[in-house]
C-alpha cells in the first residue's frame, strides 16, 4: 500500500476495558487502522480511571505482539516440565482432549477432572468463575473448583459483620475525613482510587497508611504505622479500645442498627494500648492518638483491599476493620465505613450464567491455593485430569515444588488455554492458544468501582488463537453433547448476565453498553450501601454473628493471630517473617515475560531493614538466597528502613523459569485462613543468606 492511501485509510475507535485482576477495570479505546491495533489509550471518559491506564497495560500491545505469544495448538513432545512441543491442528487438539477427557470421566468419574480457572481475565465470559468451561464441566459432572486464591477470607470475614464483601463505594473517599489505607499500596495496586484520597485531602482529610512496609503510598500519607504481618485485628481492637474509653461510640447508632454490642464491648477491654503495642510491635502512643483522631473525626474511610487477609487470622481481620465503623456510626454517613471490593454490588445473573443446574449432582470442590497437595494426595477419585484457564499456578499458588512435583505426574493429563508458555505451560499435554483482551468481546467491570463495561473485539485473532468460550463450544460439539446451553453465543450469554431484573440493573443494557462502553449501576445517589439496612440475617450490622458461631467461628470478631509469624519454632529458624505484595511492574505474572518490565522490576528483589541486613553481614546490591524449609529463590538485596525490622518484602509476580528457576513462591505455604479458606501469603517465614555467585534473572 502507498504513503497516501496508507493516510486515507479510515480509523477505528473501539471501546473495551482492562481485563486484568485490578480494582480499578479501566476503560480503553483501541484505535485500528487497516484492521491492526496501533493504539490502546485509557478512555478519559470513564469517571473512575478517566483516561489514565498503568505503567503495566500501557504496554498492552506490544505484550500482544510479543514473539513468545502462542499462537497455535501445542502438543507436548519432552518431558513434563521441559516445555519442548510440536504443533498440532486444532482438530487434533480437540480430538485428543475429547477422548482424553472421556476416558477419564468413564473410568474414574466426572469429578476426576478438575477445572482450574484464575484471574488472568476477570472478563464475565472469558474468565471470571470459570465461565468459558463452566456449563461443559458442569455437565461432565467436573470438580469445583474454590478460587480461593485472592479475596476469599477477607469475603468471609466481611460476610459475617455487614452481610457482604461489597463496602463503600471507592469514589466516596472523596467524603471522608479521615482514611485509612490498611494493607493496601494503591499506587501500586490499583492507583486510581488515589485522586479521591486526594480530593479528600483537599477537604482537609487525613490520610494515614497501615503497611509493614513504607510503600509509596504509605511514602504519600500523612502518617505510617508498621505494625508485624497479621496483627491488624489487634490494632483494630486496640483502636475501639481507645475510641470506647473516650466515650465516643454512637449509642445511638449501637442501638438502632447493629447486634451484640455488649458482648464486643467486653472483648474491646480485653485490647488497652500498651498490650495491642506489645502484640502489633506500633508504639501505644500512636495507638492512642491514631484512636482519638477516629473518635473526634467523622467520618472514617477504611480502605483494606486484599493484603492483610493473606495471614492465618486474615478472615476475622476484615470482620473486626469493619466493626470500626459500626462503633463510630460511620458506616451510616457517605465516605464512611469500609471499602475491600464492589463486585458483591454488580448484579448480574451469575447463576443464569454458570448454569452450576446442569451437574445431575452435588460435586466435590478443590481449593485452588492447595494444587500442590491435590494433585500428590490419593484423591476419591484422585484428579486426573487438569484443565488450567487463565491461571499460572507454578508462577502464582503457593509451595511451587509440590506444585511441580504435582504437574510432573505421568498419569496426570493437563491441558492449559493460554496466550503465553508461562511456568505453568511447561507442564501442559495439550497447549490451546487463547485471544487476548482487545481481540474477544466480554463484560467487564474491576472491583474498585460502580460501571460495568463492555468489551468489543477490535481486530481479528493472530495465528489460530481462539477466545475461550468459542474453545468449549467447540470441545463439546466434539464430544457429542447435545446440552444447548453450551452452545450460546458470546452475545446470549451477555444478554442472560445482564437479564437479573435487580433494581441496580436498570438501564444497563447491552445496546447502551455497546454505545456508550460502560454504564454506571443504577444505585442510589448519593449512594450509602448499608443506609437503609446490612445484608445480614438480622438486617442489622452483626458485632455477634449466629451464622458464624453455626459455622463453627467465634461468634464474636476480635484478634486470631498468624500462624508462622508468630510461631516461636519457626521464628528460630527462619527469623523474618516475608511478604511478597503486588509489584509495581507486572499484574501477578502477567508481563512476567515482557523484556522492558522485567528490566524494569530489577529483577528478584528482597528488602531488609539495615539491621537485619548487618545482622547477616549482608550488603545492599549483594545477591542473596531467600529460603525456608519449602524452598529457596535468588535475589538482589536491597537494604532499606522502608522495611519494618524483622520483615523481608518480595514481589510477586515474575516468572520462575526466567529468575534462576524459581519465584517467591518457593517459600510461600499452603495452609488455609481461619475465615473462607484463603491463602496465607503474607504469614510466611524465611532466612536470608548470601547467594554466592548464582545468576539471577
Ligand atoms: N501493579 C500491580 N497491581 C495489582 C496486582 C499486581 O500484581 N501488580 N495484583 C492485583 C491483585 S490480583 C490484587 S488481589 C490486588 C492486591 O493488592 P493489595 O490489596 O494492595 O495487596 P498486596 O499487594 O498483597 O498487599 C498490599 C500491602 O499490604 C501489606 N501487607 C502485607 N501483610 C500485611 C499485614 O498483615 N498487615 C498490613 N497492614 N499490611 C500488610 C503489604 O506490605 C503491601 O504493601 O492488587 C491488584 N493490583
Ligand atoms: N507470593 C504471592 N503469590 C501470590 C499473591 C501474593 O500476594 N503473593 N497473590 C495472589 C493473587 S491475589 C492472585 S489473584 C493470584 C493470581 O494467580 P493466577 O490466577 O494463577 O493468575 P496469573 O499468575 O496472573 O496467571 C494468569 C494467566 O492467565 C493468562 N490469561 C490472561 N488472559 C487470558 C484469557 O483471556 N484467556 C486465557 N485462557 N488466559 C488468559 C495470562 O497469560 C496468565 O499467564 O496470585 C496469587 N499469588
Ligand atoms: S491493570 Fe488496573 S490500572 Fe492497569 S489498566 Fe488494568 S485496570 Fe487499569
Ligand atoms: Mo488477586
Not at 458470546?490 to 437479564?499: N, Y
Amino acid at each position: 500500500m502507498s504513503l497516501s492511501q496508507e493516510k486515507t485509510s479510515p480509523e477505528l475507535k473501539v471501546l473495551g476495558a482492562c481485563p486484568l485482576d485490578c480494582p480499578d477495570g479501566c476503560s480503553w479505546v483501541v484505535t485500528v487502522r487497516d484492521g491492526r491495533a496501533v493504539r490502546l489509550r485509557g478512555n478519559p471518559d470513564h469517571p473512575y480511571t478517566r483516561g489514565a491506564l498503568c505503567t503495566k497495560v500501557s504496554r498492552w500491545l506490544e505484550r500482544a505482539g510479543q514473539d513468545d505469544r502462542l499462537l497455535y495448538p501445542l502438543r507436548r513432545v519432552g518431558r513434563k516440565g521441559e516445555g519442548r512441543f510440536e504443533r498440532i491442528s486444532w482438530d487434533e487438539a480437540l480430538d485428543e482432549i475429547a477422548a482424553r477427557l472421556e476416558g477419564v470421566v468413564a473410568e474414574h468419574g466426572g469429578e476426576a477432572v478438575w477445572p482450574y480457572w484464575g484471574t488472568g481475565t476477570l472478563g464475565y465470559l472469558q474468565g471470571l468463575e470459570g465461565l468459558p468451561g463452566r456449563r461443559l464441566f458442569n455437565v461432565l459432572g467436573a470438580s469445583d473448583h474454590h478460587a480461593n486464591i485472592c479475596s476469599s477470607a477477607g469475603s468471609a470475614g466481611l460476610k459475617y459483620t455487614v452481610g457482604s464483601p461489597a463496602g463503600l463505594d471507592p469514589e466516596d473517599l472523596a467524603h471522608a475525613g479521615l482514611i485509612l489505607l490498611w494493607g493496601t499500596n494503591p499506587l501500586t495496586s490499583g492507583h486510581h482510587v488515589w485522586k479521591f484520597v486526594q480530593a479528600a485531602r483537599r477537604n482537609g482529610a487525613h490520610v494515614v497508611a497501615i503497611d509493614p512496609v513504607r510503600t509509596r503510598s504509605a511514602q504519600q500519607a500523612d502518617e505510617h504505622l508498621a505494625p508485624l504481618p497479621g496483627t491488624d485485628a489487634a490494632l483494630a481492637m486496640g483502636l475501639l479500645n481507645v475510641i470506647v474509653g473516650l466515650g465516643a461510640q454512637d449509642e445511638e447508632y449501637l442501638a438502632a442498627h447493629t447486634l451484640g454490642w455488649e458482648g464486643f464491648r467486653e472483648r474491646i477491654a480485653g485490647f488497652p494500648p500498651e498490650a495491642v503495642a506489645s502484640i502489633t510491635g506500633v508504639p501505644a502512643e500512636r495507638i492512642v492518638a491514631l484512636g482519638e483522631r477516629i473518635a473526634r473525626t467523622r467520618p472514617t474511610a477504611i480502605r483494606a483491599t486484599q493484603g492483610l487477609q493473606r495471614h492465618a487470622g486474615g478472615g476475622t481481620a476484615l470482620r473486626t476493620l469493619a466493626c470500626v465503623p459500626g462503633v463510630t456510626g460511620d458506616w451510616a454517613l457517605r465516605g464512611g465505613g469500609l471499602s475491600f471490593s464492589t463486585s458483591a454490588h454488580m448484579k448480574l445473573d451469575r447463576a443464569a450464567l454458570y448454569r452450576d443446574d446442569l451437574r445431575r449432582r452435588p460435586v466435590r470442590t478443590l481449593t485452588m491455593s492447595r494444587i500442590g497437595d491435590t494433585l500428590l494426595e490419593a484423591g476419591d477419585p484422585p484428579v486426573k485430569a487438569l484443565f488450567v484457564i487463565a491461571a499460572n499456578p507454578v508462577g502464582s499458588s503457593p509451595d511451587q515444588e509440590r506444585i511441580r512435583r504435582g504437574l510432573a505426574r505421568e498419569d496426570l493429563f493437563t491441558v492449559v488455554l493460554e496466550q503465553f508458555p508461562t511456568d505453568t505451560v511447561d507442564y501442559a499435554d495439550i497447549v490451546l492458544p487463547a485471544t487476548m483482551q482487545h481481540e474477544h468481546f466480554d463484560l467487564n467491570d474491576g472491583y474498585g468501582h460502580l460501571y460495568l463495561a463492555c468489551n468489543q473485539p477490535a481486530v481479528a485473532p493472530p495465528g489460530e488463537c481462539l477466545p475461550s468460550t468459542e474453545t468449549f463450544r467447540r470441545l463439546a460439539r466434539r464430544m457429542g453433547l447435545t446440552e444447548p446451553a453450551l452452545f450460546d453465543s458470546d452475545e446470549e450469554l451477555a444478554e442472560q448476565a445482564l437479564s437479573s431484573g435487580h433494581p441496580w440493573m436498570a438501564g444497563v443494557t447491552l445496546d447502551r453498553l455497546r454505545k456508550e462502553g460502560f454504564v454506571r449501576l443504577s444505585v442510589p445517589d448519593p449512594f450509602v450501601p448499608y443506609a437503609e439496612g446490612f445484608p445480614t440475617p438480622s438486617g442489622r450490622l452483626e458485632f455477634r454473628s449466629e451464622r458464624a458461631a453455626r459455622e463453627g467461628h467465634d461468634p464474636l470478631p476480635g484478634y486470631v493471630p498468624p500462624a508462622e509469624v508468630v510461631d516461636p519454632g519457626r521464628a528460630e529458624r527462619y527469623p523474618l517473617a516475608l511478604v511478597s505484595a503486588a509489584s509495581h511492574h507486572f499484574l501477578n505474572t502477567v508481563f512476567g515475560n515482557n523484556p522492558e518490565l522485567r528490566r524494569r522490576s530489577g529483577g528478584p528483589v528482597v528488602r531488609l531493614h539495615p539491621d537485619d541486613a548487618a545482622a547477616r553481614g549482608l550488603a545492599d546490591g549483594q545477591r542473596v538466597r531467600v529460603h525456608n524449609d519449602r524452598g529457596a529463590f535468588e535475589a538482589v538485596l536491597e537494604v532499606s528502613d522502608a522495611v519494618r525490622p524483622g520483615v523481608a518484602a518480595s514481589a510477586k509476580g515474575l516468572w520462575a523459569k526466567l529468575s534462576g528457576g524459581a519465584n517467591v513462591n518457593a517459600v510461600t505455604g499452603g495452609d488455609l485462613t481461619d475465615l473462607g479458606d484463603g491463602p496465607v501469603f503474607h504469614d510466611t517465614r524465611v532466612e536470608v543468606g548470601d547467594g554466592g555467585a548464582a545468576a539471577v534473572g
